[in-house]
């Protein structure tokens, strides 16, 4: 960030399995790549529209990959299932999507953990997801905050009835859910519990005992 000047940024590291010699087909020849870069700050959704209208969500009946197959708790960029389940949003009009199990469960979308406020506990999947740094951090600041958290099974019944719904993501934080499959989460707007949750993930952000000054040339 400091050679690069950005003083909002994202920074991602890849390892690639890399290229294999010419006519191979063996993986184990592969010569592995690592690269990182640094670029100005990815957001899902805008912070005015986190505090105002909220992010719709679509729940698809395309499946996720199953975790036997490619394990989620790596984070990948196998995402072909979540790329098609995209398009089945856009044509609703909606420009998140959550993916289920086999087994019907909610697990996750594109870059995104998903919270559900239900009978007054936050639920969060714990199986066919990514434990995403952020989702840790949002359950550490709700139950902090005196919260109940269940990381476990979430069905989608549960999800649509939800009093309040967010995901947590690297590319934006704490963000607000204000409809699923068309239908209002609670009164349609962010809920206050996540505003507050919003609030004190971005405070943590500038605590000096959790973060590390960027040194710039100026």
């Known amino acids: 960030m400091g050679r690069a000047g950005l003083r909002s940024a994202y920074v991602s590291m890849t390892c690639t399995r890399g290229r294999l010699p010419r006519g191979s087909r063996d993986l184990r020849t592969a010569r592995n790549t690592f690269y990182c870069y640094a670029v100005p700050f990815v957001w899902i959704a805008p912070p005015e529209q986190q505090t105002t209208t909220g992010v719709g969500m679509w729940i698809s009946d395309i499946p996720r ?8 708790l790596v984070k990948n960029y196998h995402w072909l299932d979540m790329d098609m389940a995209l398009f089945g949003a856009y044509e609703h009009d909606v420009g998140l ?8 469960g909610v697990t996750e979308g594109p870059g995104f953990n998903v919270f559900a406020l239900v009978d007054g506990v936050w639920r969060t999947p714990a199986s066919g997801t990514l434990h995403g740094i952020t989702r840790r951090s949002a359950i550490e600041l709700l139950r902090e905050g005196g919260a109940r958290v269940e990381e476990g099974p979430l069905a989608a019944p549960d999800l649509r009835r939800a009093d309040e719904v967010l995901v ?33 993930y971005w405070a943590r952000h500038a605590d000096p005992a959790y973060s ?4 710039y040339d100026d």
């Open 212 to 215: 590390t000054p960027v040194r």
């Open 168 to 200: 947590t993501s690297t590319a934006g934080g704490v963000i607000p859910v204000t409809a699923v499959d068309g239908s209002p989460v609670g009164a349609g707007r962010p809920g206050e519990r996540t505003l507050d949750l919003r609030d004190r």
């Open 65 to 72: 990959i199953p975790p036997d197959s490619v394990d989620p």
């Open 97 to 104: 999507v959550v993916l289920r199990d086999r087994d019907g």
